[in-house]
């Protein structure tokens, strides 16, 4: 059995047991994001394929993004000063906020539906890639009990850059490792392949 999928698997019942971070207030959250609304869209869907799109995403996850900008454990020359000033409270309601938004799909690449179908369910055996599906489902929805994104309908620009942050080492915010090692595993055409696959994910 593939050692991600195991670790994947334990961490995602040691996390059922956990507290929940984000319990912040979506009304108030929406008021807080007139600054977001630039880079994350009214309503947390970006329409630059550089910023992430936000609706939809777990809370705790958001919570968990913004206190690493804020404490430097995650590096953005755009979100780290974004970050700085706000409280806890905030950080809950702004998640709140985006988590209870509808992300909009978009479309994939016909020329690499089939590579990135094949590396979101069944990795590369032959390079040691993990299948993404062990850890963010396979429709794309993530694992918030575990605190693993939602990845459907995210820019594929914006997946294939975080793949290669995690690839240099300029990402280290992942549980684990997880993320570093299977990234640094792949090669860009894989990067792109699966970025454009779950860019089309619904």
């Not at 970050?83 to 690449?109: C, R, V």
């Not at 995210?154 to 997880?178: I, P």
Request: charged fraction near 15%.
């Amino acid at each position: 059995m593939n050692k991600w999928f195991v670790f994947a698997a334990v961490v995602s019942m040691l996390a059922i047991s956990g507290p929940s971070l984000a319990a912040g207030d979506a009304a108030a959250g929406k008021t807080k994001s007139a600054s977001c609304v630039a880079c994350h869209g009214a309503d947390g869907n970006s329409m630059n394929p550089e910023w992430p799109s936000l609706a939809g995403q777990h809370p705790d996850y958001l919570v968990k993004q913004l206190r690493n900008f804020k404490d430097g454990d995650r590096n953005n020359a755009l979100m780290s000063p974004m970050a700085a000033p706000l409280s806890d409270q905030d950080m809950q309601d702004l998640a709140a906020y985006y988590a209870s938004q509808t992300a909009k799909p978009g479309q994939a690449d016909p020329d690499l539906v089939d590579q990135g179908r094949q590396l979101y369910r069944g990795g590369n055996m032959s390079t040691g890639v993990a299948a993404c599906i062990a850890c963010h489902g396979p429709m794309g929805a993530g694992n918030p009990a575990a605190n693993f994104p939602a990845l459907a309908g995210q820019h594929a620009a914006y997946t294939v850059n975080q793949l290669k942050a995690f690839k240099r080492g300029e990402r280290a915010n992942d549980a684990g490792m997880m993320m570093q090692n299977i990234a640094t595993k792949m090669t860009e055409a894989e990067m792109q392949a699966v970025a454009s696959y779950i860019q089309g994910m619904q």
